[in-house]
C-alpha cells in the first residue's frame, strides 16, 4: 500500500478489469506489464468476447483466433493477472485509488483448480441444446466450453438443461470426471477486492435481428445474422468453414448481406461502424470459400470505409467483384419450395428490379451489452441515450465516476483496433492515477539459483503423461515411457496421470532433484498451453527453462489419431526420441538485465503529442517533446469550435498550459530531429533548433511520434482561381473571423472528399463528413435562410456522429450523392460560382448558383514525413502516413520495439481519437519505462564475428531493421531482436544463429527420428 | 368493459358473411357488443385524401357517439375504419390545430368528445378479450386438417404507431386462433402485403396484380383457404384473383377467401347457411369437405 | 406540404427503402424516395403532375419501413388532395373519379352505399368498365350483397353539417 | 489402408503462431489424420534454412512440408515469405539431386484452421505414399538389407 504523496490518500496498486473481450484483455495486459496487480472480471464463463467468433478481421484479413489466442493464453498465465470469471460486480465503494469491490462469483460447477480441460465430462454428458456460441448452428452439451480455445479451459454447467439440477439424476460427468473436478454442490461465493481503479469494458451486444420482422430472420432459415455467417466462414465453426444453407445444406450460388440492420433508423440513431467494413470482408471470404460464379451483393446506403487501410479493401472487393446495391433493403419474401428469397430493389440506375437469393445475411448492428443498466448501477456510472457508456469528448476514456474509466465498444460501436487502442488509452489513465501504487501488490516470482550444468554430460529425464484416457486412451503410454530409457543421454523415465496437477509437478520436481536430471522432457499436450507451467516448475529446483523440451503427444498424436492406437503408440515414441535428442543440444540462456533512460522523446506537439507527453509526465517520467513550429497546438490553432461542441481554443489552451507547467515536460519549439541511434531503452537522438545552432543529444527510453497533418490543397473546383472557392479550413477561419459573406450567402455548396487522387488511391480522411455537419450547423445558425447543398461520395458519419448526419439534414441541409465517374462541375459565374451535378435519385442534371464553394479537401501527412521515417527506421504506409506494428492488435507500436505513434500521424483522425490514441502511445510506452531494467536476451539472434563478411544480407532482409554494421561487422541488439530467425537463414556466411534454435537444435530432431528409425524398433 | 360495435359500410352488403357470422359466433360466446347508434361511416382513407380535418371530424363523430352512450371501446371487424378512426382517435388526442378544427365541426352536429374512447379491431378483442381459452371451449367441430393462410392485410398493423401491434411485420394473433380451431396457419410472406383494395374500382389492372402475388404465394405453401379479418381485403381478393376475375372457372388457379369469423361458426359447429359460406365469388365449400368439414 | 409534414421530409436520406417496399412502384412514373426528393428540393409541382400519387394504394408499407420515419403515405393522400383542388388530374382519372363518388355519397347518404357509388364512379368514368364487372355485380346481388337502396341514415344531416363546417375552416376551399 | 503397403515418414516444420496451432486445433476438434506426420515447431517459417531440409532427406525422410502463417499476415512480417522463396530453391535443389521437388510442399494457414491442417496432412501423405519411398530411404534400406 502506498501513501499518494499529494493528498496522503490511500493509493492500491491494483485494478479491476471488467469485461474480457478484447478491450478488456488489452487493459489487463498493458496494466499488468506496467507493475499493476489486476482483476480480470468477466461476466460469462470465458473471456474472448465478441472477436472469439469472428472468422477473420478487416481490412487485413487477419485470422481472429491466430491474433486473439496468444493474448487469451498470456492474461491466464500473467503472474499478475487474476481472471475472475462468471462473475458479476455487486458493488463498488470508495473513491479514485482506494474501492472496494464485491464480487458475486457464481457457480460454476465445475473446480478451476482441479480441471485440467480434458474434455471426457463434455463427451459423456448426454443433453444437448443450441450453442450460443455458434448461434445456434450447431449444438452444444449442458457441461461445455465454448471453443476449443477457451480460457479458462474449464467447462461450465448449464443448470437449465442439466439433468441433475432438473432431476436430481444423472451424474455422468461427476462419475467420469478423472479428477474429482466436478462439484455439482459448489455455491456462488462472494468476494471483495481492493482496487485503485476500475475499467470497464463490457462491450455490446448485436441487435435482436428477430425483430426485423420484415426479414423473417427465424422464420426463414436461410436468412442469417452477419455473426452467424462469421461462425459458418470459420474453419473451427459448426460447418468447419463451408458455406451451407441452413434449409438444405446446399452451397449457396447468390449471397446478399443487407446493411444497418438495427442501425441508423430512429430508435438507433448512430451508425454501428463495422457493418459495412464487416460485410465486405465476409462477402471476400465467401467468394473464397464458394466455387467460381458465386455471386455476392452488398445492399447498402453509404459505405463506411472510414478507416485505415478500409478503402483500398473496399477496391479489392469491388475487383473480386463484389456488387455493391445502394438501396436499403425493406422486406423479404420467401419462395415457398427452394426456400430462395426474393428482394425487391432499385438499381443505380433507377431499374426496379426483383431478384432472387439463397442466402441472406443482415448485418445487425451494436447495441448496449445486456445487463449494462445493472453493472452501471453497481459501479455508479452514468450511460448515455443509447445505453452505452458515457463520458465527455474531452476527457474520453473517463466515466461519470473519478477513477473509473472505460473502453472498446461500451463506449459506443467500433472494431477492433479503435478498441485495443481506447483500452490501452484506459490502462494509461490508470497507470497515471496508481503511479505511486506501481509495483507495490505485485511481486516477480523468486527462484532459486540456477545449478550450473554448463559441461555436464545431459542426464535427461522423460515424463510421459497419460492425460487420464486422453492420452493413454489411444497410446500405449507406459511402453512410450518404458522405450524412452533406451535412448542416448536419457536416465530417467515415469509415467504420470496427470502431469499438470500439484501432486505431479511435486514429484516432478522430487524426481530432477534426486536424479540429477539437468534436461526434463515432457511427453504430454500443447507447449502453446503447458510449457510456460513446466518451465516454471523446473526453475524452482533451479534448472534453466531453456533445458526443457516437450513433445505434443496428445493434440498432434492421440486426439487425431483415436482410431490407431499402435500407430500413435510408434508415432509417440517419434516425437519423444526427437525431443530428447533436441533436449540434448539445448543449453542455458539467460535474460540479462540492461539500464534503460526512462525519458521520452515525443515528436510533434498537436493535440495527441501533447496528450502523450502530459500522461508519460503526470506519471513522473521526463519527456522531451519536440516541435517544428514556434508554437505548441498543431492543427487545433486553426479550428473554431470542435464538432463535440468544444471551443477549440480552450482545448488548446488548457492542454498548453498544463504542458509548460509541468516540470517533467521539457518542450523544443522551433526544433526538429536530425539523427537518432539506439535502441529500446537506449536511443540516443540529435535535435537542432532554429534559433540554437546547436544541437541537443537527448537520451530516451521510447519514441513517440504525433506529427500530425495537414490540410491538402490543390486547384480542384477552381480553388485559388476564384474567391469563392474555399477549402473546410478555410471556411472554419471564416467562422472564427465572422467573415460576412457567410452571413450573406443564399445558397453555399460543399463538396466532399476532394483530395490528390489523380496521384494516389483514394483514402477517406475521417474527419471531414462529420466536420461538414458541424459547419452546417453553425453556418445554419448565423445565417438561416442560407441553403446549404452538400455533394458527397459518402457520408461517413460512423458511430454516435450521425445524430450530427441528422441534424443537418434537420436543419434543411440536401445531400446529394456523387460518384467517381460523374464528378460535380464547378464555373464561375462572375462573383458566384455555378455547379452542375447529377441528381442520382432523379437520374437529373441540376445546375446551382452558389455564393460560395467549400471544398472538403482531405488530411493528408505532415510535410517531413518520408524523413523522419529514415531517422527512427519507422515504416510509412502506402497513403504516407506513418505504419504500426499491427493494425489489429498493435495499433500504437512500430514494430521495431521502443517506439510509438499516435494522432493524425498514424492516420486522419478526431481531437477524441487523437486523445486517446496520445494515451494509449504512452500507455504503451510506459510498459517499456517503467521498468527498472529490461531483461533481454533468450530466443535471439547472435552473430559470431568473425564468419561475417558485413554483406549487409541481414540488415537487408530483418522486418525489425535490428541489425546494424559496425566496425566491419553485424551488431545484432539483443534487446531489439524479435526471434523469428529469417536472418538466421539468409546469411550467406552462416554467422548468425537464433539461440534455442540453433542449426544443431533443429536438426537434433531430425537426427533423433533418423537414429530412431534406424534402429528399426518403430514402423516407419 | 362496455363495447360498441362499428360495423362499417360494408358489413351488411358486400361483406355479409361477415356480418352474419360475427353475430353467430358473439352470441355463442355470449358477447355482448350492440351496435354504435347513428353511426356514420369512418371516411376511410377518401376523406384523409380530400380533407384531413373532414376525415377527423367523421370519425370523431362516431368516437363521440360512443362516448355518450357510455361505451369505452369501438369494435370494428374493419381494418380499414379500424385504422381510420383509431387515426382520428391520436389526432385528436396529440395535435392541438386539428382538435380545435375538428371540435368545431362536431358541435355543428351537437357532439363533442373527450377523448374517453379505445378503438379496437374485432380480431385483437375476440383473441385478447374473449380469449383463446374460451374460444377453445367452444369447438365442437375441430378443423383439422384444413391448411390456411392468415392474411392481415395492411391496416390491421400499420400504420406501427396507430395499429401498435406487438408484431407489425408478421402478426400472430389470427394463427393463433386459427390454432385454437384446430386448423393448421402456415408461414407465408404475404400476411400482411397489401391486396390494393382502396383501388379495387379505380385501378382494376394495377390490384388484380397485387392480388395474384398474394394468392399465388399462399396456393404454393399449401393454404386451402386465405382467411381475412376485413370486408374490404376479402372482398377484393375475393372478387379478383388473377386475371380470372369473378367468373373464371380455373378451379386450381383460385383460392377461396373466408373470415375469421366464419370458420369459428364452423368449429362452433354453427350452421355454414348462417354463417354466410354461401354468400361468396369462390365457393369455400370444396376446399373444407375436402377436410371432412361438415358444410 | 412543407408546414405540416416539411421537417420530416428534411429527415430523408435517400435511402430508397421506401420504393424497394413499395407493392406498385413498378407501376409509377415517379417512385416514392424521387416524391420525397423532389419535395425536398422544392420541386412540388412536378410531384403534383405525376401518376404516383394516384398510383399509391396507400399501404402504409413505405412510411412503416421508413428508417427516419417520413410519413410517405400520408404525403401521397395530401398530395392527392392538393392535386384534386388545384384540379390537376391524372391521365388516368378514375381515382379522383372514385374519391369524389366515395365521397359524394357519404355526404348524402352518411354511409357509403355501393350501388349510388358505383353508378357515380362508372357515370364520370366509363361506363364499358361497368359493363365489365356486370357478372359480378349480379353475383352480389343474388347473395343479397349489393342493396338497391341502403337503409335510411338517421345522422345523415347532421353529417352533411359537420362536413360544411370542417371544409370551412379557414385556409380550406 | 495404404494401397502399396509403404507407410512415408513425413517431417512437417511449423511455425508457432499459425500452423502448428492449427495442428493443436485439429486435435481439439478430434480430426483424423495420418500419423505419419511428425510436427518440428519453429517460431516462424523465417528460420527454415535449406540445411534443415536436405539433411531430412538425407537422414531417410520421404516428405518434408513447411507451413506458415497465411500469406501477409505473418507473425514476423515476412518470414513466410522469406521460406516460401527458400523452399522454392530447395525444391530446385532436390530436383537437380534426384530426389525430386514434389516430395517438399510449402502451405499457409491459420490458425483456425484446424480442418484444413488434417486436410493437408492427408493430401502430403497421400502424395508421398503414390511417390512411393524416397530415392535415399530407398537406398538405405538396401544397405541395411
Ligand atoms: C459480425 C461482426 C463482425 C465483426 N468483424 C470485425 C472485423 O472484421 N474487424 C474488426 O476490427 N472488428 C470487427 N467487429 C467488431 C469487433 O467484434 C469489436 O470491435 C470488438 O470485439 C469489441 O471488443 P470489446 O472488448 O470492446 O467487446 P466484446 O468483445 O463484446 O467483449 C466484452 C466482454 O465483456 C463481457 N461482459 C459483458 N457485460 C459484462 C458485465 N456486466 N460484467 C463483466 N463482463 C461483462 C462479455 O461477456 C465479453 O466477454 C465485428 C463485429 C461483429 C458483430
Ligand atoms: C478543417 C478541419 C476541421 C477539423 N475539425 C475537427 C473537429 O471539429 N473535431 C475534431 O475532433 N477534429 C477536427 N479536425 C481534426 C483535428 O484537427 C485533428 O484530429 C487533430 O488536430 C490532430 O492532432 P495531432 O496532434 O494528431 O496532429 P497535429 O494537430 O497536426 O499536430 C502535429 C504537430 O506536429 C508538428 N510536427 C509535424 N512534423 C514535425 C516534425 N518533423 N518535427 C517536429 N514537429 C513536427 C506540427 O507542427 C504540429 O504541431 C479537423 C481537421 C481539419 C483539417
Ligand atoms: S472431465 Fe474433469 S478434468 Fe476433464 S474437463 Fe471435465 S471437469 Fe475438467
Ligand atoms: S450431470 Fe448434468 S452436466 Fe453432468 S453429464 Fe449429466 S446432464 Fe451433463
Ligand atoms: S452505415 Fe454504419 S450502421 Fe450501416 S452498415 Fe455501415 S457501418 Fe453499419
Ligand atoms: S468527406 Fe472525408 S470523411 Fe467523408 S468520405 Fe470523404 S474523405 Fe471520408
Ligand atoms: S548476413 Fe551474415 S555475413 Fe552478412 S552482414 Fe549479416 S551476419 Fe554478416
Ligand atoms: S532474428 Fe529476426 S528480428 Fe532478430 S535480427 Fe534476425 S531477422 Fe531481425
Ligand atoms: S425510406 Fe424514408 S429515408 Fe428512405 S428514401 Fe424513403 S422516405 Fe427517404
Ligand atoms: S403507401 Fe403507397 S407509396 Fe407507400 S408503399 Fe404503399 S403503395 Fe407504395
Not at chain 1, 148 to 168: E, H, S, W
Not at chain 1, 653 to 670: F, G, I, Y
Amino acid at each position: 500500500m502506498q501513501q499518494n504523496g499529494a493528498t496522503g490518500a490511500r493509493v492500491v496498486g491494483a485494478a479491476l478489469v471488467v469485461g474480457g473481450g478484447i478491450a478488456g484483455m488489452q487493459a489487463a495486459l498493458d496494466l499488468a506489464e506496467s507493475g499493476i496487480q489486476v482483476y480480470l472480471l468477466e461476466k460469462s464463463p470465458w473471456i474472448g468476447g465478441r472477436m472469439a467468433q469472428l472468422d477473420k478481421t478487416f481490412p487485413t484479413n487477419d485470422c481472429a483466433m491466430c491474433i486473439m489466442s496468444p493474448r487469451l493464453v498470456e492474461c491466464s498465465r500473467h503472474h499478475n493477472i487474476q481472471i475472475i470469471s462468471n462473475a458479476d460486480v455487486v458493488s463498488l465503494t470508495g473513491e479514485a485509488g482506494d474501492f472496494t469491490a464485491t464480487i458475486r462469483k457464481r457457480a460454476r460447477y465445475v473446480d478451476e483448480a482441479k480441471c485440467t480441460g480434458c474434455g471426457i465430462c463434455i463427451a459423456k454428458c448426454p443433453w444437448k441444446t443450441d450453442s450460443e456460441f455458434n448461434l445456434g448452428l450447431s449444438k452444444r452439451k449442458a457441461i461445455y466450453t465454448p471453443f476449443a480455445q477457451a480460457v479458462p479451459n474449464v467447462p461450465f454447467i448449464d443448470t437449465d438443461l442439466c439433468m441433475y439440477f432438473k432431476r436430481g439424476t444423472c451424474k455422468a460427468c461427476v462419475m467420469f470426471c478423472e479428477l474429482g473436478a466436478i462439484d455439482l454442490g459448489q455455491q456462488d461465493q462472494y468476494m471483495e477486492l481492493e482496487v485503485g481503479a476500475v475499467i470497464l469494458a463490457p462491450g455490446s451486444d448485436i441487435y435482436d435481428a428477430g425483430l426485423s420482422e420484415e426479414f423473417g430472420f427465424g422464420r426463414y432459415p436461410n436468412v442469417l445474422t452477419s455473426l452467424q455467417f462469421e461462425r459458418l466462414l470459420s474453419a473451427a465453426g459448426p460447418t468447419q468453414g463451408s458455406i451451407l444453407r441452413p434449409s438444405d445444406g446446399v452451397e449457396p450460388r447468390k449471397i446478399a448481406w443487407f446493411q444497418c440492420v438495427g442501425s441508423r433508423d430512429q430508435e438507433h440513431p448512430y451508425c454501428s461502424a463495422v457493418c459495412c467494413m464487416y460485410a465486405t470482408k465476409e462477402a471476400m471470404l465467401a467468394k473464397e470459400h464458394l466455387p467460381p460464379g458465386a455471386e455476392f451483393t452488398i445492399f447498402l446506403m453509404d459505405l463506411r470505409a472510414f478507416g485505415k487501410g478500409f478503402d483500398a479493401y473496399f477496391q479489392r472487393a469491388q475487383e473480386e467483384g463484389i456488387r455493391y446495391v445502394r438501396c436499403r433493403a425493406s422486406a423479404l419474401t420467401e419462395v415457398p419450395g427452394s426456400k430462395s428469397l426474393l428482394l425487391q430493389y432499385e438499381n443505380e440506375r433507377g431499374e426496379l428490379l426483383t431478384e432472387e437469393f439463397d442466402m441472406v445475411a443482415l448485418s445487425v448492428g451494436m447495441t448496449a451489452p445486456k445487463g449494462v443498466s445493472e453493472l452501471a448501477a453497481a459501479t455508479g456510472v452514468a450511460l448515455n441515450s443509447f445505453g452505452f457508456g458515457d463520458s465527455s469528448p474531452s476527457t474520453p476514456l473517463e466515466t461519470s465516476r473519478p477513477g473509473v474509466y472505460l473502453c472498446g465498444t461500451f463506449r459506443g460501436p467500433k472494431d477492433i483496433p479503435d478498441s485495443v487502442t481506447e483500452a490501452s488509452g484506459a490502462a494509461g489513465e490508470v497507470q497515471r492515477l496508481l503511479a505511486s501504487g506501481r509495483g507495490t501488490l505485485v511481486s516477480p516470482k523468486e527462484f532459486p539459483a540456477e545449478m550450473s550444468q554448463v559441461g555436464e554430460e545431459p542426464r535427461v529425464g522423460v515424463f510421459v503423461c497419460h492425460c487420464g484416457s486422453n492420452i493413454a486412451g489411444v497410446v500405449d503410454v507406459e511402453e512410450v515411457a518404458r522405450r524412452a530409457r533406451e535412448l542416448p543421454g536419457v536416465v530417467y523415465t515415469d509415467h504420470v496421470m496427470f502431469a499438470c496437477s500439484t501432486d505431479s509437478l511435486k514429484a516432478m520436481r522430487e524426481a530432477i532433484v534426486e536424479h540429477r536430471l539437468n534436461r526434463v522432457v515432457m511427453a504430454s499436450c500443447s507447449p502453446r498451453t503447458h510449457e510456460p507451467l513446466f518451465q516454471e516448475n523446473v526453475r524452482e529446483v533451479g534448472l534453466n527453462p531453456y533445458l526443457y523440451e516437450m513433445a505434443n503427444i496428445r493434440d498432434q498424436c492421440s486426439w487425431v489419431h483415436g482410431d490407431r492406437h499402435d500407430e500413435a503408440t510408434d508415432k509417440a515414441r517419434k516425437l519423444v526420441a526427437m525431443a530428447v535428442a533436441r533436449s540434448c543440444h539445448l543449453e542455458p540462456l539467460y535474460k540479462l538485465p540492461q539500464g534503460l533512460s526512462d525519458r521520452a522523446l515525443v515528436v510533434g506537439g498537436g493535440v495527441a503529442g501533447m496528450t502523450a507527453a502530459l500522461s508519460l509526465a503526470e506519471q513522473g517520467f521526463p519527456v522531451v517533446l519536440v516541435e517544428r513550429e514556434s508554437q505548441l497546438g498543431g492543427l487545433l490553432l486553426e479550428h473554431d469550435t470542435l464538432s463535440s461542441g468544444r471551443d477549440s481554443r480552450e482545448q488548446v489552451s488548457q492542454l498548453v498550459e498544463r504542458v509548460q507547467a509541468n516540470q517533467n515536460v521539457e518542450v523544443l519549439t522551433d526544433s526538429q530531429v536530425v539523427s537518432s541511434i539506439g535502441f529500446v531503452g537506449n536511443f540516443k537522438t540529435r535535435v537542432a533548433s532554429r534559433s540554437d545552432p546547436t544541437q541537443r543529444l537527448v537520451e530516451h527510453g521510447v519514441t513517440i511520434i504525433a506529427t500530425g497533418g495537414r490540410e491538402y490543397r490543390g486547384d480542384e473546383h477552381l480553388l485559388g482561381q476564384h474567391p469563392g472557392v474555399v477549402t473546410m479550413g478555410d471556411l472554419e477561419k471564416a467562422l472564427k473571423s465572422d467573415d460576412p459573406r457567410l452571413r450573406q450567402a443564399k445558397r453555399i455548396v460543399v463538396i466532399q472528399c476532394v483530395g490528390p487522387w489523380d496521384e494516389q488511391p483514394f483514402y477517406c480522411s475521417r474527419v471531414c463528413c462529420t466536420v461538414t455537419m458541424k459547419n452546417i450547423l453553425r453556418l445554419k445558425e448565423i445565417n438561416p435562410s442560407c441553403q446549404v447543398v452538400v455533394l458527397y461520395k459518402d457520408i461517413r458519419t460512423y458511430g454516435a456522429r450521425e445524430e450530427m448526419y441528422t441534424e443537418a439534414r434537420r436543419a434543411g441541409a440536401i445531400f446529394v450523392r456523387y460518384t467517381d465517374d460523374d464528378q460535380p462541375v464547378v464555373q464561375a459565374a462572375g462573383e458566384a460560382l455555378e455547379v452542375s451535378f447529377t441528381e442520382p435519385s432523379l437520374g437529373e442534371r441540376l445546375t446551382l448558383a452558389a455564393d460560395l464553394l467549400v471544398s472538403s479537401n482531405a488530411l493528408v501527412p505532415s510535410a517531413g514525413a518520408e524523413e523522419l521515417s529514415r531517422v527512427f527506421k519507422v515504416p510509412l504506409g502506402r497513403e504516407g502516413f506513418f505504419q504500426e506494428a499491427h493494425s489489429k492488435l498493435r495499433p500504437v507500436d512500430f514494430a521495431s520495439d521502443g517506439a510509438f505513434l499516435c494522432g493524425v500521424a498514424h492516420y486522419p483522425k478526431s481531437v477524441e481519437e487523437a486523445i486517446i490514441q496520445g494515451k494509449a502511445a504512452a500507455a504503451r510506452a510506459c510498459r517499456v519505462i517503467s521498468q527498472d531494467e529490461l531483461m533481454v536476451g533468450g530466443v535471439v539472434a547472435s552473430v559470431e564475428e568473425e564468419k561475417c563478411t558485413a554483406c549487409l544480407t541481414c540488415v537487408r532482409i530483418c522486418p525489425y531493421n535490428v541489425p546494424i554494421i559496425r566496425d566491419g561487422v553485424a551488431i545484432i541488439e539483443a534487446a531489439a531482436c524479435q526471434g523469428c530467425g529469417i536472418c538466421v537463414g539468409e546469411c550467406p556466411a552462416k554467422a548468425i544463429q537464433l539461440l534455442h534454435y540453433r542449426d544443431d537444435q533443429v536438426l537434433a530432431k531430425i537426427e533423433g527420428l533418423v537414429e530412431l528409425m534406424a534402429a528399426g524398433s518403430v514402423a516407419r | 368493459m362496455s363495447y360498441a360495435f362499428y360495423p362499417g359500410c360494408a358489413l351488411s352488403a358486400s361483406a355479409l358473411p361477415y356480418g352474419m357470422s360475427f353475430r353467430e359466433v358473439a352470441r355463442a360466446l355470449g358477447m355482448d357488443i350492440p351496435e354504435l347508434e347513428d353511426w356514420n361511416c369512418c371516411g376511410a382513407t377518401c376523406f384523409q385524401t380530400l380533407d384531413e380535418v373532414s376525415a377527423i371530424s367523421l370519425s370523431g363523430r362516431n368516437l363521440a357517439l360512443t362516448e355518450r352512450s357510455g361505451s369505452q371501446e369501438l369494435v370494428t371487424p374493419c381494418s380499414g375504419c379500424f385504422a381510420a378512426l383509431e387515426k382520428a382517435n391520436q389526432h385528436l388526442a396529440h395535435d392541438s390545430l386539428l382538435r380545435t378544427q375538428a371540435a368545431a365541426a362536431l358541435s355543428e352536429a351537437g357532439l363533442s368528445y373527450g377523448g374517453s374512447v379505445r378503438v379496437r379491431h374485432l380480431l385483437d378483442v375476440m383473441v385478447k378479450d374473449v380469449g383463446l381459452d374460451a374460444i377453445k371451449e367452444k369447438v365442437t367441430q375441430p378443423l383439422t386438417g384444413l391448411k390456411v393462410a392468415c392474411y392481415y392485410g395492411c391496416l390491421l398493423t400499420r400504420p406501427h404507431a396507430i395499429a401498435r401491434d406487438a408484431h407489425p411485420e408478421y402478426p400472430v394473433s389470427m394463427d393463433r386462433l386459427m390454432a385454437v380451431l384446430g386448423a393448421e396457419a402456415l408461414d407465408w410472406s404475404y400476411k400482411t402485403q397489401c391486396c390494393g383494395a382502396s383501388l379495387a374500382l379505380a385501378r382494376p389492372d394495377m390490384v388484380t396484380r397485387l392480388t395474384t402475388r398474394i394468392l399465388d404465394n399462399a396456393r404454393e405453401v399449401g393454404a386451402d383457404v386465405v382467411v381475412a379479418a376485413c370486408p374490404l381485403c376479402q372482398t377484393n381478393l375475393d372478387a379478383y384473383q388473377g386475371e380470372h376475375a369473378v367468373n373464371g372457372s380455373q378451379e386450381n388457379k383460385t383460392i377461396p377467401i373466408v373470415y375469421f369469423t366464419e370458420l369459428m361458426g364452423l368449429a362452433f359447429g354453427l350452421s355454414p347457411r348462417a354463417l354466410g359460406f354461401d354468400k361468396h365469388f369462390r365457393d369455400p365449400a370444396p376446399a373444407l369437405r375436402s377436410h371432412s368439414l361438415v358444410i | 406540404m412543407e408546414g405540416r409534414y416539411g421537417a420530416q421530409v428534411a429527415l430523408c436520406y435517400q435511402c430508397k427503402r421506401c420504393t424497394a417496399g413499395c407493392p406498385v412502384a413498378d407501376a409509377m412514373d415517379i417512385r416514392p424516395h424521387q416524391v420525397v426528393r423532389l419535395l425536398q428540393l422544392g420541386n412540388t409541382e412536378r410531384v403534383l403532375e405525376s401518376s404516383a400519387i394516384w398510383t399509391c394504394v396507400g399501404c402504409y408499407l413505405c412510411a412503416a419501413r421508413c428508417p427516419q420515419g417520413v410519413p410517405v403515405t400520408d404525403l401521397m393522400y395530401s398530395l392527392k388532395g392538393i392535386a384534386m383542388k388545384r384540379g390537376m388530374m391524372p391521365k388516368q382519372a378514375t381515382v379522383p373519379a372514385f374519391l369524389r363518388a366515395f365521397s359524394g355519397t357519404v355526404e348524402r347518404y352518411g354511409r357509403l352505399h355501393e350501388l349510388p357509388m358505383l353508378a357515380g364512379f362508372y357515370l364520370s368514368t366509363d361506363l364499358r368498365e361497368a359493363l365489365k364487372h356486370r357478372a359480378m355485380g349480379l353475383q352480389l346481388f343474388r347473395q343479397g350483397r349489393l342493396h338497391i337502396l341502403g337503409e335510411r341514415h338517421r345522422g345523415g344531416k347532421a353529417v352533411r353539417a359537420m362536413l360544411r363546417k370542417a371544409r370551412s375552416r379557414k385556409g380550406s376551399p | 489402408m495404404s494401397t502399396n503397403g509403404f507407410e512415408p515418414q513425413i517431417v512437417a516444420f511449423c511455425c508457432h503462431y499459425c500452423a502448428s496451432a492449427a495442428a493443436d486445433l485439429a486435435g481439439s476438434m478430434r480430426l483424423r489424420y495420418p500419423p505419419n506426420i511428425l510436427v518440428i515447431k519453429l517460431m516462424c517459417t523465417g528460420r527454415i534454412d535449406l540445411l534443415h531440409i536436405l539433411r531430412a532427406f538425407e537422414g531417410g525422410v520421404d516428405g518434408v512440408m513447411v507451413a506458415g502463417c497465411l500469406e501477409g499476415n505473418c507473425h514476423f512480417i515476412s518470414g513466410n515469405t522469406q521460406a516460401k522463396r527458400r523452399v522454392q530453391y530447395a525444391k530446385q535443389v532436390l530436383e537437380s539431386i534426384g530426389v525430386g521437388g514434389e516430395r517438399l510442399e510449402m502451405f499457409n494457414l491459420s490458425s483456425s484452421e484446424g480442418p484444413r491442417f488434417a486436410k493437408i496432412a492427408t493430401e502430403m501423405t497421400e502424395r508421398i505414399r503414390n511417390l512411393g519411398p524416397s530415392p535415399v530411404s530407398r537406398q538405405k534400406k538396401e544397405v541395411v538389407k
